[in-house]
């Protein structure tokens, strides 16, 4: 996998890569590193995987020239910390995609760490937690659709090819040095109030309607704001509901995406 290296901060900062040129998982083959005493910072990068997931275990289609991206963290504090990291690499994620294209009004973060394009899938974080030798680690999956989007999404996905982006090794780069921004902001949870209002200020459908889907029902209502947890708050007609975890549907930018043309 050509042209893939660490930025200039994360290299300053003793982070480590490995590269790969296909792998079943990156988030499998950090998960195996932290197993055997690997402690991080460690980034694997691969250029094709054949058992890429995202959430909730649905397969994650690994196209040629995107980006597949996996990080493994520890010694960042308890484990109630870890799901915040993943509002730390959604902004790492969206900060490093703004600097490359510039495209600021086009890219916006959904509930709670996807990046869309002009309201579609671009990127995805998938996190999950392990044990790194004797602490608790974290593993951050990041992909990014820089040179194709895939067509078996559930939600509509598109690539960086809009915006004339990077490729998946440029746009690592980045990566890895918004990553260490990020997480210096972060601090251990106590800069998670600045982090949690940067996040607002790219949120996708802020103030319009949203749908939680969750396992036994569906929430409807107003996407009021994020809590000091990161949780999604729902004003509905019955009151604040606060979700920790669940499929988000946007109705707004449904509305707005053009239908596709249908052949005579």
């Given at each position: 996998?050509?042209?893939v290296?660490?930025?200039?901060?994360?290299?300053?900062?003793?982070?480590r890569?490995?590269?790969?040129?296909?792998?079943?998982?990156?988030?499998?083959?950090?998960?195996?590193r932290?197993?055997?005493g690997?402690?991080?910072p460690?980034?694997?990068?691969?250029?094709?995987?054949?058992?890429?997931?995202?959430?909730?275990?649905?397969?994650?289609?690994?196209?040629?020239?995107?980006?597949?991206?996996?990080?493994?963290?520890?010694?960042?504090?308890?484990?109630?910390?870890?799901?915040?990291?993943?509002?730390?690499?959604?902004l790492?994620?969206?900060?490093?995609?703004?600097?490359?294209t510039?495209?600021?009004?086009?890219?916006?973060?959904?509930?709670?760490?996807?990046?869309?394009?002009?309201?579609?899938?671009?990127?995805?974080?998938?996190?999950?937690?392990v044990?790194?030798?004797?602490?608790?680690?974290?593993?951050?999956?990041?992909?990014?659709?820089?040179?194709?989007?895939?067509?078996?999404?559930?939600?509509?996905?598109?690539?960086?090819?809009r915006?004339?982006?990077?490729?998946?090794?440029?746009?690592?780069?980045?990566?890895s040095?918004?990553?260490?921004?990020?997480?210096?902001?972060?601090?251990?949870?106590?800069?998670?109030p600045?982090?949690?209002?940067?996040?607002?200020?790219?949120?996708?459908?802020?103030?319009g309607?949203?749908?939680?889907?969750?396992?036994?029902?569906?929430v409807?209502?107003?996407?009021?704001t994020?809590?000091?947890?990161?949780?999604?708050?729902?004003?509905?007609?019955?009151?604040?509901?606060a979700?920790?975890?669940?499929?988000?549907?946007?109705?707004?930018?449904?509305?707005?995406?053009?239908?596709?043309?249908?052949?005579?």
């Open positions: 996998m050509e042209g290296k660490l930025g200039d901060r994360a290299l300053a900062r003793g982070v890569l490995e590269i790969y040129d296909e792998i079943d998982s990156t988030n499998d083959e950090a998960k195996r932290a197993e055997g690997d402690a991080g460690l980034w694997i990068v691969a250029a094709r995987q054949t058992k890429g997931r995202g959430r909730l275990g649905r397969s994650w289609s690994s196209l040629e020239g995107n980006l597949h991206a996996s990080v493994l963290l520890s010694g960042f504090g308890p484990p109630a910390l870890a799901p915040q990291l993943g509002f730390v690499a959604g790492a994620t969206i900060a490093a995609l703004i600097e490359s510039g495209a600021v009004d086009r890219l916006a973060l959904k509930w709670p760490n996807d990046v869309l394009l002009d309201g579609e899938k671009l990127a995805g974080v998938l996190l999950e937690g044990r790194a030798g004797a602490t608790f680690g974290c593993v951050i999956g990041v992909g990014v659709n820089c040179a194709a989007a895939p067509r078996d999404l559930p939600v509509p996905a598109s690539d960086l090819s915006l004339s982006g990077p490729g998946a090794g440029a746009l690592f780069a980045l990566l040095d918004k990553m260490e921004e990020t997480l210096a902001l972060w601090a251990g949870g106590a800069g998670f600045l982090l949690r209002e940067r996040w607002l200020g790219h949120a996708a459908g802020l103030g309607e949203i749908e939680a889907r969750l396992a036994r029902e569906t409807a209502g107003i996407f009021e994020i809590d000091a947890d990161g949780r999604l708050i729902i004003s509905t007609r019955s009151g604040r509901r979700i920790e975890a669940g499929d988000i549907f946007l109705p707004a930018l449904a509305a707005a995406r053009p239908e596709p043309e249908r052949g005579r």
